[in-house]
Structures are given as structure tokens and as C-alpha cells.
């Protein structure tokens, strides 16, 4: 017998309407002739163009001479021309010209999908028996470029779900913070990537046991000025420099709502997107609450596994994971330390579930493979969908599983509480397997998830319509536990 599983009317689709403000870069000839064009201009002719401009497009966005201040200044850095005398401009030539280099980039314009849900740092002014909750989506628009937004919402304590209308606007963080790096864990993680030891060595000797990211930047460009570097070197460096970009913090602003907020990629490790974020709320030892979210950088060609850290969802932290244990996609990390050690799923070779215990958040090693595919469903890989559940018969994993026509399901399987390398049970049926209207999409025959959560005896399950939208389903907790049991 089957378990029951309840679709929810919920839905997240594409939305065109949500946009943002983006750097638009022509390239430094590019560049130089339409600044040229924009000084030739009359003062009332970049009165008027600004005007018409302002009055377009300020209703669609919060702060908009603000981004055009901030990209004339990136156009100033790559133009590097001061016979240009870009700096001795008035402020609304300024304006105008930052206006050129400005493009509106709709960030889920083409999917909307792979949710994970958590519980809401706030959750005051609820009616008894509800609970707020905050689920993360991978948002898509134009070039498949991924970045991560979110939205709120309650459920009651009869199990309906509603979520809050969206804001107004759509904004990036206002403050990007760089981090000090420690030498040796730089060097591992280098190792990890494969880049020659030799070639860092002749920018390590130009920094401490201890750098930020200027003086790596400043060590880097010493090293290529001093010597004759070919051009394997060059690309090593140029890995070196990715690395580094790799790690920072983010604020947002205090007034955004957060389904106002995007974390859109910052580093160059990212610069095709941020993939499939599994968020959880994380319990430590002493109590303190944080989430953390596990996902994947994608530069175009290679990923790195990336873990973001919050405590309210207005600041972030951002650095990449190391360790044999954090390689591949598919990182979810347990909700809280077993036995002292943070614990953490991965899928390190494409095709089995691993898992691995370590002291250290963002450094794994040894995993240690705990399933393989073992069902006609899930024969060409199985991995997790989200992180592990707790409940009093052992850590309730919602898995995904992949067979014939490269369709994807999600199951569940039941871990063992105190060694969760060891699996109880597993459905030796899907929890759920695409319909008809689920299965049509960018990628077809696909539901997957990323993160779900237990309230009022009910296990809640974001997921992701075949890459395209999200919807959700809601699932009896003793019933699915009962089922997975008597397997």
C-alpha cells in the first residue's frame, strides 16, 4: 500500500515582473565611445534624457539613482582613462552615464524551482497551533543565470499553507564584505583544485600566515610583473584569485521585505549561477540557532560547493566547503552535532549517498557511503533532497531517486539516530513520481526538493515542477514512518 500524499493548490511559477538592476558592461573601446557620445551632450539634452529615464523606470525600482552612481564608477574603473575627466563631471551627467551602463535583469523569468523550507526566525503574532516559515527557491531568468530568493508564509494548524504577497521591489545585498584568509587552508583547498603548488608558492611568499583579499590581489599582480609567467602559471594564478573571490559577506537592508531580497551571484566562482540551496535550521550545542544552506558555484565550466551561514536572513556569510567529503552537488547537513561532530550528506561520485562527520563546518573528509541504488527508480543515482528530519524513530530522509528516461521521483528512507550511517529502512516506492502536468518543463520528468519540514504531524515538501515552477505536497508523519518500518 501506497502512502497518501496530499498536493497542496500552492504554486510558484516564472514571474517576468521581478527585476533588478544590472551592471551593463560594454567592454573598456565600448565603453570610452559612448561616454564620449554622453559629454557631447548638451545640458539640456542630459536633462531631458534623465528625466524621461527617471520617470520610467524609479517606480520600478528602490533606490535607482543610487545603482546608476554605483555602475558610472564602474565604468570609470574600466574606461581608466583620465583624459576622459570623468571624475570632474556634475553629478546628472554622472547619473546619465551610469543610466547606460544599467540593464534590467528579470531573475525569474524563466524558472522557478527547487525550494527547501525552514522554520522563520520570527515567529511572533501567530494564532496557536501555525507556524512561519521561509522557503528559498532557485530563481532563473535570462542566460539560465541562478540566484536564490525567498518568500514567507504560515501554516495553520489545520495544514493550510499561505504565503505573504511579495514586495515591491527586488534588490540585491548593499554591503559586500571580503574576508581574511588563513594560508594553510588556502594551499588544501588549492590542492583540492588541482593547481600547482609551485605557482602559488611564488605569490605566498608575498603574504602572511593571514591576508585579505586586496593584498592577495596586490601579491598576485607583484608575481606577474616580477616573473615570467606562461601561460599554464597565468590560469593557476587566475585560479587563485577565484578561490579567494569565493568567500564574503552580505547585508541586505533593513527596509526590504524578504521576498524583496535576492542573494545573486557575487564571486567570480558563481558567475553562472547559484545552484539548489538546502537550507536547515541548525541547532548547536549551546542552543544558538543559525541556518546554514549548502549549495553549488558554477562558473561555467567547474562548481564549488559553497555553505552560507545567517541568523536573520538580512546577513550572510558566504565561504567554500574543502575536504574529499564536500565535493560533487548534493551536500545537506544534519540539523544539529551527533556526537559531537557536524554531519553532512553528500553524493561525491554522481551515483551514491555518502555521509561524513568533522569538527569543522567547512572542511570534510573520509565520507563514508551509507546508499546505493537499490530500487528500478532510482538505479541511475540516489541522492538526498534536504537535510535530515529528526523524529523519535531515527532521521527521516527525503531522498531523490533517478531511472528509466532519466525521470526523477522522491522517496524516503529512515537513519539511525545516534549512527545515521547506518539506514533503517527505505520506500521501495516512490513518495512521489511526476503526473502529467508535473512531468512538462525545461527539464522533463522531474520533481525534486531541497529541504522540507515536520509541523502538527505532518511532514511539508517543497518541490520543483521539472525545473521550471514549484508546488507542494504534505505527508502524514506516523503513516509515512509506519510505512517506511514495516519495509
Not at 23 to 32: I, N, P, V
Not at 293 to 320: S, W
Not at 362 to 391: F, M
Amino acid at each position: 500500500m501506497s502512502v497518501n500524499v496530499e498536493r497542496l493548490p500552492n504554486r510558484f511559477y516564472p514571474d517576468f515582473k521581478r527585476v533588478i538592476i544590472r551592471f551593463y558592461d560594454l567592454g573598456s573601446q565600448r565603453s570610452e565611445d559612448l561616454v564620449k557620445k554622453v559629454i557631447d551632450m548638451s545640458d539640456e539634452q542630459v536633462d531631458l534624457t534623465l528625466a524621461q529615464t527617471l520617470r520610467e523606470f524609479a517606480k520600478r525600482h528602490r533606490n535607482i539613482t543610487q545603482k546608476f552612481l554605483e555602475h558610472f564608477e564602474s565604468a570609470n574603473r574600466i574606461i581608466n582613462s583620465p583624459s576622459l575627466g570623468m571624475d570632474m563631471l556634475k553629478e546628472d551627467r554622472k547619473l546619465l552615464v551610469g543610466s547606460y551602463f544599467s540593464m534590467e535583469y528579470s531573475i525569474t523569468s524563466a524558472a522557478f524551482f527547487n525550494p527547501s523550507m525552514v522554520e522563520s526566525p520570527d515567529q511572533s503574532g501567530l494564532v496557536e497551533g501555525s507556524k512561519r516559515v521561509i522557503v528559498s527557491f532557485r530563481a532563473t531568468g535570462e542566460g539560465h543565470l541562478s540566484s536564490i530568493v525567498f518568500h514567507t508564509g504560515t501554516i495553520s494548524k489545520e495544514g493550510k499553507l499561505d504565503f505573504e504577497a511579495s514586495g515591491s521591489y527586488v534588490d540585491e545585498a548593499e554591503v559586500v564584505k571580503r574576508i581574511q584568509y588563513n594560508k594553510g587552508s588556502f594551499i588544501k583547498k588549492l590542492r583540492e583544485m588541482n593547481v600547482h603548488e609551485d605557482t602559488f608558492a611564488l605569490v605566498a611568499d608575498r603574504l602572511g600566515d593571514k591576508f585579505s583579499y586586496e593584498e592577495l590581489q596586490h601579491a598576485v599582480q607583484e608575481t606577474i610583473a616580477l616573473n615570467n609567467t606562461n601561460d599554464k602559471k597565468k590560469q593557476a594564478i587566475t585560479q587563485i584569485m577565484w578561490l579567494a573571490d569565493s568567500h564574503y559577506k552580505i547585508e541586505f537592508s533593513r527596509d526590504t521585505h524578504i521576498s524583496e531580497r535576492v542573494i545573486f551571484p557575487v564571486s567570480y566562482s558563481e558567475r553562472k549561477g547559484i545552484e539548489d540551496a538546502r537550507f536547515v535550521r541548525f541547532t548547536d550545542d549551546d542552543g544558538e540557532i543559525s541556518y546554514y544552506a549548502t549549495y553549488t558555484a558554477y562558473d561555467g565550466n567547474a562548481i564549488l560547493p559553497k555553505l552560507m551561514v545567517t541568523k536573520d536572513f538580512y546577513n550572510f556569510e558566504v565561504k567554500p566547503l574543502h575536504g574529499e567529503g564536500a565535493q560533487n552537488k548534493n551536500l545537506a547537513l544534519f540539523p544539529r552535532k551527533i556526537n559531537g561532530k557536524y554531519v553532512m550528506l553528500s553524493r561525491i561520485d554522481g551515483i551514491n549517498s555518502f555521509i561524513g562527520f568533522s569538527d569543522k563546518i567547512n572542511i570534510w573528509q573520509q565520507p563514508i557511503k551509507i546508499q546505493e541504488p537499490k530500487y528500478y527508480w532510482e538505479y541511475v543515482q540516489i541522492g538526498n533532497a534536504g537535510a535530515p528530519i529528526e523524529t523519535p524513530k531515527g532521521w527521516l530522509l527525503i531522498t531523490h531517486g533517478v531511472g528509466p528516461m532519466r525521470r526523477y521521483c522522491l522517496g524516503a528512507s529512515l537513519l539511525d539516530l545516534d549512527d545515521p550511517t547506518k539506514e533503517i529502512s527505505r520506500l521501495s516506492e516512490p513518495l512521489l513520481i511526476p503526473n502529467d502536468e508535473e512531468r512538462e518543463g525545461y527539464v522533463p520528468n522531474a520533481v525534486y526538493s531541497c529541504g522540507s519540514i515536520i509541523h502538527n504531524d505532518k511532514i511539508f515538501i517543497p518541490y520543483g515542477l521539472s525545473d521550471t515552477s514549484s508546488g507542494f505536497i504534505s505527508v502524514d508523519v506516523k503513516e509515512l514512518l509506519d510505512k517506511l518500518l514495516a519495509e
